[in-house]
């Protein structure tokens, strides 16, 4: 391996760990927010109902970014195999991951286990910690 693939491995690890710390700050803080206004509502038995969606939806949201990173990295970065072997492999790994990620959701909604606007503002906080951290990256190497 050359130091140039060693020092992009270690970068992409980098944002997807900081793409996950950033997640983990922002749906904490939503959630904890969320937590408490819907307590001081008076929402009986359920106040937990908003507050669980949102880390809900991060978590997917984190789990689905990783998956994706760890694709790029084991199947279209690895170095010997042929790109329609690589193409094939990306599209069942992420059919696979696309499929776990539907019963989850399908599941949680029909089964209305967590609030369906927490579990979109959970997966959404995700996608701005994901620009975030993109842009963070982009003023890096810049610099």
């Known amino acids: 391996m050359t130091d140039e693939t060693t020092y992009l491995r270690e970068r992409a690890r980098t944002v997807v760990k900081q793409v996950a710390r950033t997640t983990g700050i922002v749906i904490a803080l939503a959630a904890t927010s969320a937590g408490i206004y819907e307590f001081s509502q008076g929402a009986e038995g359920r106040w937990w109902f908003l ?37 094939v492999a990306g599209v069942i790994i ?33 996608f701005v910690a994901i620009l975030w951290e993109g842009f963070r990256a982009m003023v890096d190497v810049k610099k």
């Open 51 to 87: 507050p669980a969606g949102i880390l809900l939806g991060g978590v997917l949201g984190v789990l689905n970014f990783t998956w994706l990173a760890q694709t790029v990295q084991r199947v279209y970065a690895k170095t010997g195999m042929t790109p329609t072997l690589a193409n």
């Open 94 to 126: 992420t059919i696979v991951k696309l499929s776990v990620i539907f019963v989850v959701l399908y599941v949680v909604i029909k089964w209305q286990v967590v609030h369906i606007i927490g579990l979109v503002v959970g997966i959404t906080l995700c």
